[in-house]
């Protein structure tokens, strides 16, 4: 394996599927890069323990997820100011999961209770809350067809490691996973006939922030699920959006699918992780799924794919993924379709944005700590 | 030296013990509890105290548990200054079992400290 590192090769894959003729395209051309990075920590007196960071005009910007607060830092870590927090003022919110940035500067969230808030960049509330249309939805669906919208749900079943990145294209849509609820949808969904739900659904949703609206879904599931269609814990997607290209990756398929922001599938390319302990295990029915401790196992024990970074400003990729290991994550590094590089980085490490000559990871948050990566790649 | 180091020290620990006495805060915010029961309905609760140390009365505007499970009792009326009060939180052996912990935010009239978190740890036997 380190001879793998130390070599400079390259593989390029080129084949035809012959279903769907989706073609998948793999360079690896690892260079001599090396990551450097180190951890900043950043003092608060109101602090959950839970949250995601976002890095923004210069500033680091830390959402606390319990508090539903706003912690502004300078990029020495130092405090400037905390935004929002829970309450029903016009500077508070009622709660908050994702946050995502929408044209003009206006701050958007979709919270728990389904709805949408929009604040402006001083954090003042700019409309009444939107339902999201689809949450009140009660319709139970007898067929098995799966090009039904109303059958969409989104998807919550993020991972711990989650940085609840929703991107937003250039006409202000958000991009969010979403999933069959076996509720509406009893005759096929994840448990019910798997095979078929792999092969037929889509995962990824287009939605408008400002109407609430479930517009359009697309991207269906790799191959990969497929075959593999009892390893359900593992079939969450992350999305990130660059230039109006989607780019969806799967929680336990190495490739990275790319889109049209109307779904139209473009190319894929992808390489496996480092070490990833991949013999997953599989579960066949909703009770295995739904019970904590399999979930938790499976989480843990391991190697899966997470959180993907476009960078805006280069043709670089980041992925990260777990191994399986207590304490000992991945993170690869794309340029366009060629894997440049295959980085050993902490646990949750989680690439959310660049400032600069740094890039920022998401994060060593607990309890007792505060801190955000910053990093450089440079060469041996 | 080393006697310059002591005072530092101290001067330290003064600075640190007159920072949190100038506010409202929860005394052990984390609470560890092995339910003994096999029922999961059975009703488990930790209580909490909340300090008020800041310069004035302290409302409790609110306290938001993580999940309908879980609910918290605790005293309406403000809290005065230098006065503790008691906050339950309680929920069902079951449910902690299933999700580990539950926790719950305290929303606090007192400016330096808005908000506060309660938790109650599931410790297997």
Redesign the interface.
């Known amino acids: 394996m380190v001879k793998f590192y130390k070599l400079s090769f390259c593989v390029v894959v080129l084949f035809f599927g012959c279903k769907s003729k989706m073609r998948y395209t793999t360079t690896v051309a690892l260079k001599n890069l090396i990551i450097k990075y180190d951890t900043l920590f950043l003092k608060t007196n109101n602090f959950s323990g839970s949250g995601y960071f976002r890095v923004q005009d210069s500033n680091i910007l830390f959402f606390d997820t319990k508090f539903f607060l706003v912690n502004k830092y300078d990029l020495n870590g130092k405090f400037i100011n905390s935004y929002l927090g829970m309450g029903e003022g016009g500077n508070e919110i009622e709660n908050f999961e994702f946050h995502f940035p929408l044209p003009n500067k206006v701050h958007g969230f979709f919270c728990s209770d389904y709805c949408f808030r929009l604040y402006d960049s001083n954090w003042h509330k700019i409309s009444a809350p939107t339902m999201w249309k689809w949450a009140k939805q009660k319709k139970i669906y007898k067929d098995k067809d799966l090009s039904i919208i109303g059958k969409y749900f989104l998807n919550w079943d993020v991972s711990e490691l989650s940085t609840f990145w929703t991107p937003v294209d250039s006409h202000g849509n958000l991009y969010m996973p979403v999933n069959v609820n076996r509720k509406n949808s009893p005759e096929i969904n994840k448990f019910e006939d798997p095979i078929k739900f792999y092969k037929n659904a889509k995962t990824v949703g287009k939605l408008n922030p400002y109407s609430g609206k479930l517009t359009a879904v697309g991207c269906f599931y790799p191959d990969y699920y497929n075959k593999n269609p009892y390893i359900s814990i593992l079939s969450n997607n992350y999305i990130d959006v660059r230039n109006d290209t989607i780019y969806v990756s799967y929680e336990a398929d190495k490739y990275i699918y790319l889109y049209t922001k109307d779904f139209t599938f473009i190319r894929a390319f992808g390489y496996e992780g480092t070490d990833m302990k991949i013999n997953y295990l599989q579960t066949r029915s909703a009770e295995e799924y739904y019970n904590p401790e399999v979930f938790t196992k499976v989480k843990k024990s391991f190697g899966y794919y997470t959180n993907i970074f476009a960078d805006p400003k280069s043709r670089f990729i980041f992925r990260s993924y777990t191994t399986g290991k207590p304490n000992i994550s991945g993170l690869q590094l794309f340029n366009e379709n060629v894997l440049e590089a295959d980085f050993t980085v902490p646990r949750k490490f989680c690439v959310v944005g660049s400032i600069d000559n740094f890039y920022y990871a998401d994060g060593l948050v607990n309890d007792s700590t505060l801190a955000i990566y910053r990093f450089k790649i440079i060469k041996k | 030296m080393k006697y310059i180091i002591f005072i530092l020290f101290q001067v330290i620990f003064i600075l640190s013990n007159a920072q949190q006495n100038n506010k409202v805060f929860v005394i052990e915010g984390?609470k560890i509890i092995s339910p003994k029961t096999n029922n999961p309905n059975e009703i488990i609760f930790a209580d909490f105290v909340l300090n008020n140390q800041s310069n004035q009365s302290v409302s409790i505007?609110?306290i938001?548990p993580?999940c309908h499970c879980t609910v918290p009792l605790y005293p309406k009326n403000p809290i005065k200054k230098g006065v503790k009060i008691k906050i339950r939180l309680q929920t069902t052996a079951g449910q902690l079992k299933?999700?580990?912990q539950v926790?719950a935010?305290i929303?606090t009239s007192d400016p330096?400290?808005?908000?506060l978190?309660i938790q109650i740890v599931y410790g297997e036997h």
Do not use: Q
């Open positions: 984390i505007i609110e938001r993580n299933e999700i580990k926790d935010v929303k330096t400290n808005r908000f978190k």
